[in-house]
Every structure is written in C-alpha cells, then in structure tokens.
C-alpha cells in the first residue's frame, strides 16, 4: 500500500508559482496513476490533473490548464504540480492521491490513497 505525502505548499502572491511535490514513504508511484485534487472548506474536492501510469496521458481542469503542469519524476518517485499564474481563487488545500489504474480520473472517489494535503494560500 503506497503511502502518500505532499510538500511545497505555502503563501504566494498573485501572478507568482508554487510546486508542489507528491511522494511516496512507501511503495512507488510510478505503478499507480496520480491525481491532484484540492478543497475548501466547505466544499468537496476539485480536480486539478491528473498524469497516468504509462505514457503520460494528461488531463486538467479547464480554469489551470494553461498555467499548471504536471509531471512525473520516475527516477525520484515524485509527481509534481508545477503552479504559475496563481490566482487567490486557486488557495486550496491541494492533496495528491493515487489509483491502480493506467490512467488517471476527474472523480476523487476513484482515489484510494490519499496524503494528508498541503495548504496554497494566494494573495491578491
């Protein structure tokens, strides 16, 4: 069982970027296709991307399509969420989750690992 954890979340300003960084304690995450999800209290979690097992197939909500970029680190068995162009509305806490699967999904329930988050915080 893959044990998740996220880091490189903190306090931006707006136009400004932020990585975030997904890892894995135990297990690699180059078996599992991985997500990026975030939420607000008060709501469920969004979809961010998502980068599948193989061939790196990926998918982003439309409103961070041309400002986010996932990738995938094999030889450091990390998945990263490069953030530019922040926008206050993008503060979340982002979470990074993993599935068995080739490729990635839109809907959290598909998830079954979860890290703990990492809390975005954007400025105007």
């Known amino acids: 069982q893959v044990q998740l954890a996220e880091s490189g979340g903190g306090l931006a300003q707006a136009a400004g970027s932020l990585t975030l960084t997904c890892s894995a304690s135990?297990?690699?995450?180059?078996?599992?296709?991985i997500g990026w999800f975030r939420q607000v209290p008060g709501k469920g979690r969004e979809f961010v991307a998502c980068?599948?097992?193989?061939?790196?197939?990926?998918q982003y909500r439309d409103s961070v399509k041309d400002r986010f970029r996932i990738s995938r680190d094999i030889a450091r068995n990390t998945v990263q969420l490069q953030m530019n162009a922040l926008r206050p509305e993008d503060t979340a806490v982002y979470y990074c989750?993993?599935?068995?699967?080739?490729?990635?999904?839109?809907?959290?329930?598909?998830?079954?690992?979860w890290g703990q988050g990492t809390q975005v915080t954007v400025s105007s």
């Open positions: 980068i599948s097992r193989v061939n790196e197939i990926i």
């Open positions: 989750a993993a599935r068995i699967a080739v490729t990635g999904s839109e809907n959290p329930s598909h998830y079954p690992y």
């Open positions: 135990e297990g690699s995450l180059n078996t599992y296709a």
